[in-house]
């Protein structure tokens, strides 16, 4: 029987080409949720770029202690969301997300307008910087994310106002709060013997997305959103980039990672639900009592061994371009092709020759990566694969596509040091404070919704 392309070709579903689903999922790193051109042109000081207020004909979302979220603003916001978090863009997904990203919008309103009130700067120069630091870590230049968000219906000023307010925000809980934190030796101590004591105990690597509410009546509202949330990543969205927009967190920044953890470190309710789950499951809403917890069990293992998430690999991308159109006999030439290649080589040296047999086949430069680093599918395909060998073929709507494992190094078991434990705590206060003065922001604001 004639093999038909999904035959040649099989691939789990919803793998992307990995010369766009790298950089896209990277775009957003490190950075929190978007706030409004035109919140931060009032509220932010220190150089910023001119920005265009908009106009009140283009109808008004909300009003936060007397500004304006502008339709505009929130439908780029809307479009922001959909682009970085891979969720798919139609107007039944536009309508379920519209009232979570407008309740970001009037947070970041208030952000905007604390670092102001507390004389907060954030330079161009800065702002230019972090831009070309996301374009490096992505692979992508300032020019092709301009681009890319362009194609999004994005301006790159959205992007760069997120930034300011993002860098504002963090310099102003530092500020406000920094001096009040202190993580004692006692606290430090406690940690490692809890650590030692339950060196043999299973250990979870695991992501969260905290949805948090202020107002219990809110709770079923929130509820429902959480929902949605998990339904569209078990649906394909990325969890890291729905965790960067949605979650409320410190986790956030790092696209809901918490590494390695024992089950006494997790919330109670959390750590039950946990301890019951599968790698690679993703979670109901879990209520807790400081929100709607969404959580992706990502492995699991006994003691404190090696991290599989700090693996070195040095990767090599090889394309056999393939129309999208293509007919049976092509498909079937290529899946020839890509078995004699899979078959032939035992080292990047030889993939680099040996694709060049093939009509327009073509390596990319070698890349080094940590696993964390990678895209939860990237990771997957070269999973198990053995230095030299190249992983299933992945048709994407360039061709077909193998990553070709050029080098691999396992991490080292260790257990945390001091400084690591300081610095957690540290971050794990200043967070909670973070949270509960926004909190606060909140309960004193006037806000209207329209």
């Known amino acids: 029987m004639t093999p038909t392309e999904n035959d040649a070709f099989p691939v789990p579903k919803g793998i992307l080409r990995l010369s766009r689903l790298v950089p896209v999922a990277a775009l957003f790193a490190g950075l929190a949720t978007l706030p409004a051109a035109s919140a931060v042109a009032q509220t932010a000081p220190g150089p910023a770029p001119s920005v265009t207020m908009t106009s009140d004909t283009q109808g008004i979302a909300a009003v936060v202690n007397d500004l304006v979220i502008s339709s505009y603003d929130l439908?780029?916001?809307?479009?922001?969301?959909?682009?970085?978090?891979?969720?798919?863009?139609?107007?039944?997904?536009?309508?379920?997300?519209?009232?979570q990203v407008l309740r970001s919008l009037v947070d970041e309103y208030l952000k905007a307008q604390e670092?102001?009130?507390?004389?907060?700067?954030?330079?161009?120069?800065?702002?230019?910087?972090?831009?070309?630091?996301?374009?490096?870590r992505s692979n992508m230049t300032p020019d092709q994310i301009t681009e890319t968000l362009k194609e999004g219906g994005i301006s790159r000023a959205t992007l760069e106002q997120q930034i300011r307010v993002d860098m504002a925000w963090n310099r102003a809980m530092q500020q406000r709060f920094g001096p009040m934190v202190t993580v004692g030796?006692?606290?430090?101590?406690?940690?490692?013997?809890?650590?030692?004591?339950?060196?043999?105990?299973?250990?979870?690597?695991?992501?969260?997305?905290?949805?948090?509410?202020?107002?219990?009546?809110?709770?079923?509202?929130?509820?429902?959103?959480?929902?949605?949330?998990?339904?569209?990543?078990?649906?394909?969205a990325p969890f890291e980039a729905v965790a960067r927009q949605f979650s409320q967190s410190a986790s956030a920044a790092n696209g809901g990672d918490i590494g390695w953890v024992h089950s006494s470190q997790l919330?109670?309710?959390?750590?039950?639900?946990?301890?019951?789950?599968?790698?690679?499951?993703?979670?109901?809403?879990?209520?807790?009592?400081?929100?709607?917890?969404?959580?992706?069990?990502?492995?699991?293992?006994?003691?404190?061994?090696?991290?599989?998430?700090?693996?070195?690999?040095?990767?090599?991308?090889?394309?056999?371009?393939?129309?999208?159109?293509?007919?049976?006999?092509?498909?079937?030439?290529?899946?020839?092709e890509v078995n004699e290649f899979r078959n032939s080589i035992s080292?990047?040296?030889?993939?680099?020759?040996?694709?060049?047999?093939?009509?327009?086949?073509?390596?990319?430069?070698?890349?080094?990566?940590?696993?964390?680093?990678?895209?939860?599918?990237?990771?997957?395909?070269?999973?198990?694969?053995?230095?030299?060998?190249?992983?299933?073929?992945?048709?994407?709507?360039?061709?077909?596509?193998?990553?070709?494992?050029?080098?691999?190094?396992?991490?080292?078991?260790e257990m945390p040091t001091r400084e690591q434990i300081d610095n957690t705590l540290f971050e794990q206060q200043l967070s909670m404070m973070s949270r509960r003065h926004l909190r606060d922001l909140r309960r004193d604001a006037v806000v209207v919704y329209r």
Do not use: W
């Open 115 to 136: 670092a102001g009130r507390l004389n907060i700067t954030v330079s161009q120069e800065e702002v230019d910087e972090a831009f070309r630091r996301i374009a490096q």
């Open 185 to 236: 030796e006692n606290e430090i101590n406690e940690v490692m013997r809890r650590l030692q004591e339950e060196a043999g105990e299973p250990r979870y690597l695991v992501s969260e997305i905290l949805i948090s509410f202020d107002n219990p009546g809110h709770a079923d509202e929130i509820s429902a959103g959480a929902q949605r949330l998990a339904d569209q990543i078990r649906q394909g």
């Open 347 to 413: 080292s990047c040296d030889d993939a680099e020759q040996q694709i060049k047999k093939y009509v327009s086949g073509v390596a990319s430069p070698r890349q080094q990566a940590i696993a964390g680093q990678l895209d939860p599918r990237v990771r997957q395909a070269i999973a198990g694969v053995p230095v030299g060998k190249a992983s299933e073929p992945i048709r994407s709507d360039r061709g077909v596509e193998m990553i070709v494992v050029c080098g691999h190094r396992a991490a080292e078991g």
């Open 267 to 336: 919330p109670e309710g959390v750590r039950e639900v946990v301890t019951q789950m599968q790698p690679d499951m993703v979670s109901d809403p879990i209520r807790t009592l400081n929100g709607f917890y969404i959580i992706a069990l990502r492995a699991m293992q006994s003691g404190t061994g090696a991290d599989p998430m700090r693996d070195q690999y040095q990767l090599m991308q090889v394309l056999l371009p393939l129309t999208p159109d293509a007919d049976p006999q092509a498909v079937n030439r290529r899946a020839r």
């Open 75 to 99: 439908d780029q916001r809307v479009k922001l969301v959909l682009l970085s978090s891979g969720i798919p863009n139609t107007s039944e997904n536009i309508g379920r997300i519209r009232g």
